[in-house]
C-alpha cells in the first residue's frame, strides 16, 4: 500500500513528500480527464504548480505516477475496511454500496491502467503484483470464514475471491461509462442472498440436489 508520510526535508521550502502528495493528485486528475495515453508529463507537472523536473526527480514516468495515483484513491477504502475488521462477505456488501456512490477518479484510473498494462508491459508488471495481493488478502478473509463456518469449507477459496474481485472491477467499470446503479439497499439485498447461498447448509443442499453423474 503506498503511504504518504509527513515530510521533513524540503524542496524550496516545500516538504519533498508534499510535492510527491501534490504530483500524484495532479496526475490522477490529468489521467481521470485526459486518459494515460493523451495525458502529458507536462499537464501533469502544470496542475501541480511544479516543473517536469520535479517528477523526474520522484518518479520513473507516466506509468509509476498511474499506479501509484491508483494506490492512493483505492487505498483510502480498503484501509477503512481493514480497520473495521470486516469478513470477506461484509467487505463484498460495503464495497459494492461505497462503490454505488463513488465520485473520485479511482475507477476512471483503474480502467487506464488495464487498458495502458494491454500495451505497455512495465504497466502489466506493476500491476499484477498489486491485484495479487489483494487477492491474498481477501484469501485469508475467506479462509477465516470458512474456520467459523461462515463460508464452505467445500467451496473453492480461490474461486470465490475471483467472484470478489470480479464484482468490485465491474462496479468500477459501469461507474466510468456512468451506467444506471441500483440503489444500496436493492443492492445489499442481492449481495447477501448470493453471500448465504455459499453457506456449509446451503451449498450441501445444492450438493444433495445434483443429479448423479453417470460414468463415461
Keep these: 500500500m503506498a503511504i504518504i508520510l509527513s515530510g521533513v526535508t524540503t524542496d524550496g521550502g516545500v516538504p ?10 495532479a496526475a490522477a486528475e490529468v489521467f481521470a480527464e485526459e486518459g494515460y495515453s493523451g495525458a502529458r508529463v507536462q499537464s501533469i507537472a502544470e496542475r501541480a504548480g511544479l ?4 517528477i523526474y526527480n520522484r518518479f520513473s514516468g507516466k506509468s509509476e505516477l498511474l499506479l ?28 459494492g ?3 454505488l456512490d463513488d465520485e ?11 487498458m495502458a498494462a494491454r500495451r505497455e508491459d512495465d504497466i502489466a508488471d506493476r500491476l499484477r503484483p498489486r491485484l495479487a495481493d489483494e487477492r491474498n488478502r481477501l484469501a485469508k478473509l475467506v479462509d477465516a470464514e470458512k474456520d467459523e463456518g461462515v463460508l464452505s469449507t467445500e467451496l473453492d477459496t480461490a474461486a470465490i475471491v475471483t467472484f470478489c474481485q ?3 472491477l465491474g462496479m468500477r ?3 466510468v461509462i456512468d451506467a444506471r446503479m441500483p440503489e444500496p439497499g436493492d443492492w445489499q439485498r442481492v449481495i447477501a442472498t448470493l453471500l448465504a447461498s455459499l453457506s456449509p447448509e446451503n451449498v450441501a443442499a445444492i450438493d444433495a440436489a445434483k443429479p448423479p453423474q453417470t460414468p463415461n
Excluded at 51 to 54: C, D, L, M, Q, Y
Excluded at 74 to 81: R, V
Excluded at 104 to 114: I, K
Design 16 to 25: 519533498t513528500d508534499d510535492i510527491r502528495a501534490a504530483l500524484i493528485e
Design 51 to 54: 516543473t517536469t523536473g520535479a
Design 68 to 95: 501509484e495515483a491508483l494506490d492512493r484513491h483505492t487505498n483510502a477504502l480498503l484501509y477503512e475496511l481493514a480497520q473495521a475488521e470486516l469478513g470477506a462477505t461484509d467487505i463484498l456488501e460495503t464495497v
Design 97 to 99: 454500496v461505497a462503490l
Design 104 to 114: 473520485s477518479p479511482a475507477s476512471a484510473l483503474l480502467l487506464e491502467a488495464f
Design 166 to 168: 470480479s464484482v468490485g
Design 173 to 175: 467499470m459501469l461507474s
